[in-house]
Every structure is written in structure tokens, then in C-alpha cells.
Nanobody, 125 residues
Framework: QVQLVESGGGLVQPGDSLTLSCRVS????????IGWFRQAPGKEREGVAC????????YYGDSVQNRFTVSRTIAKNTVYLQMNNLKPEDTAVYYC??????????????????WGQGTQVTVSS
């Protein structure tokens, strides 16, 4: 069964760190690039970061550059989003998504094929 399951969301204070996980099943991270997206209430979905399938090349949106890091453990079928120095504007539901191919690059301004159910991240004092 093809599935993506996010976990690790929660309530944190500004400046805190949080790591989200995206565990995939039914396909290999060697074959699919993974993207992280977020959507805040009343706002459009925003591409946050992604990691390519083959070489693990990463890309980050401007709003999270130098604060967020995407990585993966292929043997565990899991992709991570390490979020540091969180800000209230990072509050959103975070989704991971998969798209077949993209061995040497990735991008977030594209319609991905498979989506997880999302996990809530709230940054508030």
C-alpha cells in the first residue's frame, strides 16, 4: 500500500526546534523525490523544501533557507524536516508529498503525485 505518514508536529515556542518525519511505504526513496509543504489557515499552500530521489539533492524555499534542513534515511523509508529557530509565521499544517523520478534535482512549484495527511505545527508563546 502506497502511503506517506507525517509525524512530529506539536506546539513550540518561538526560537525552538522541531523535527518532522515522513515515513513512506509502498515505494522507495531511491525512486521518488519528497517535498515538504505547508498550509496556514486562509493562505495558499507553500512549498518548503524537497530532496531528490537519486542523489539526495535538496532545495529550500526562501522563507526557510538556513533554518530548515531536509534529510532522509533510505533504509528506514523516512524523510526528515529539521526546523530550527521557529517563528510564529511557521505555524501551519505540514505535509510531505512524493513524485516519481527527479534523481538529480527537485522543486516545490510542481504538482506532486502522492500526499500524506499532514501534521500540525504551532509556534506560539
Amino acid at each position: 500500500q502506497v502511503q506517506l505518514v507525517e509525524s512530529g508536529g506539536g506546539l513550540v515556542q518561538p526560537g525552538d526546534s522541531l523535527t518532522l518525519s515522513c515515513r513512506v511505504s509502498g515505494f522507495s526513496l531511491n525512486d521518488y523525490a519528497i517535498g515538504w509543504f505547508r498550509q496556514a489557515p486562509g493562505k495558499e499552500r507553500e512549498g518548503v523544501a524537497c530532496i531528490s530521489s537519486g542523489d539526495g539533492v535538496t532545495y529550500y524555499g526562501d522563507s526557510v533557507q538556513n533554518r530548515f534542513t531536509v534529510s532522509r534515511t533510505i533504509a528506514k523509508n523516512t524523510v526528515y524536516l529539521q526546523m530550527n529557530n521557529l517563528k510564529p509565521e511557521d505555524t501551519a499544517v505540514y505535509y510531505c508529498a512524493a513524485i516519481k523520478g527527479w534523481a538529480y534535482y527537485c522543486k516545490v512549484d510542481y504538482e506532486y503525485d502522492l500526499w500524506g495527511q499532514g501534521t500540525q505545527v504551532t509556534v506560539s508563546s
